[in-house]
Every structure is written in C-alpha cells, then in structure tokens.
C-alpha cells in the first residue's frame, strides 16, 4: 500500500531515496535549485556509484549549481519544457509529490506526497517508472561542464591603477548575481533589500563576493579566505 505524506514526511523520504540508492536514481521536479546540504546528498550518492538522472524544467539553474553537478561523477541532467510532475526514486522506493526539489529544505506547509515501495507495490512503482523513462526519453540531454570562475583579483600596485576607481566585478552573497565589487554592499539590489529588513551582518549566505564560489558568508564576512586575503593585501597597499 502507497503512503501518504505530510510536507516533512515528504522531504524526509525523498532525502532517505537519495541516501539509500544503491545504483540509481532518478529525480524530476520542474524547478531545480540546489541547496549546499541537497548537494552533499547527491555526492553521497554519486562517491558510491549510483547513476543519477535529474529531470527538470525551468532553465534558471545557478553557475554554482550548474557546476556543482558538473562535479558529480555519474550524473545525467535531462531538461524537458514541459515537466510538471514531481517524482523521485531509487530502485526500491518512489516517493510523488507536490514538492518541487529545492523545497526540501524548507519548513512551509502546504506539499502532500505518496510513498510507494516497489515491493508492495509493483504494478504502481513501475508504471510511474515508465513513464518517467518515457519522458526521459524525449528531453533534451544538458551538458555539464564546469565553467571557470574570474575570482576578483587586486590590481597592481602602480600609480596609474591607485588613482582608477574600481570597477572589479564580484558576486552577490545570497543570488551569484555579477555585481560591482563592494565589501559594504556585497548584495544586489533585491537581495540588499530584502536583507535590509533585518539588517542581521551575521546572517548566513552562500556565496563568496570576489570569486563567486559556494562558501559560507555573511554581511560580515563576505568573502572566502583566499579572496579575504587578496583583498587586504590591496588595502595594506593603498593605505
Ligand atoms: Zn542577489
Ligand atoms: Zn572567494
């Protein structure tokens, strides 16, 4: 017998079918963003062999997305226009859903699934499968190849760059938007407004605002160490 499940339930099971995959895996949702911990799952899963095929929809996937399943050994990502359906397994488990994926990690209501053991329910299981291996069939193969980054570097110490004003391009913290580089504002113009409601420095983000990586940063703390270190050796010299 299918299960059925509350939002946390949902997202409890679709992270047991990504730990617990032994070869495969299999997972469509229209919308694909990929949280830091949802991607540490997958490389689990990947360091042990499993064959993981995403489907998904809508092409607004992140350079640190993109390239963070680049890093994925044996990943495939398929992107189908259409897709609506949400659905994710492994050879033994299914869990279809309301919840696109980066709803995992969220505490909203509001998303209902079913859980359906392919021992219990075999009939279900591989009709479900089918026709996700039908739509498979007719997306569109996405080539993952990792793009490298410009991390920002200090300009040279000469008399001509110390008078240029600076217009070194970084990253907002929080979306990867390219912004103009500027340690005291290191967000673009929504995400700077939409922090500006709490104004917390220390609230965590993603995202270094020299070189754009995945990096835990804040306000704060805006940059990695490496950019951290470039940036004031710049300072020492200019001052
Ligand atoms: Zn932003
Ligand atoms: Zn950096």
Known sequence: ???????????????????????????????????KTFFERLKGASGKGVVIKIIYGKDELKPNERNSLAELKNAELYYFQNIHAKCFFNESKMVITSMNMYKFSEKTNGEMGILIDRNNDKELFEKAMNETFSILKSSEAVL??????????????????????????????????????????????????????FENIDYPE?????????????MAKPQCYTCYVSSEAKFARQN
């Open 206 to 218: 993603n995202v270094c605002h020299g070189c754009g990586e995945y990096e835990a940063t804040s």
């Open 144 to 197: 993952l190849k990792k793009q490298e980054r410009t991390p920002y570097k200090a300009p040279a110490n000469n008399a001509k760059n110390r008078h240029q004003k600076n217009s070194q391009r970084g990253y907002c913290i929080r979306c990867e938007a390219r912004i103009e580089y500027n340690l005291d504002r290191p967000f673009c113009t929504d995400c700077y407004t939409t922090w500006a409601q």
């Open 1 to 35: 017998m299918a299960a059925f499940l509350t939002t946390s339930g949902t997202s409890h099971h679709i992270e047991n079918i990504i730990m617990e995959a032994k070869a495969k895996l299999v997972l469509v949702s229209p919308y694909l963003k990929l949280s």
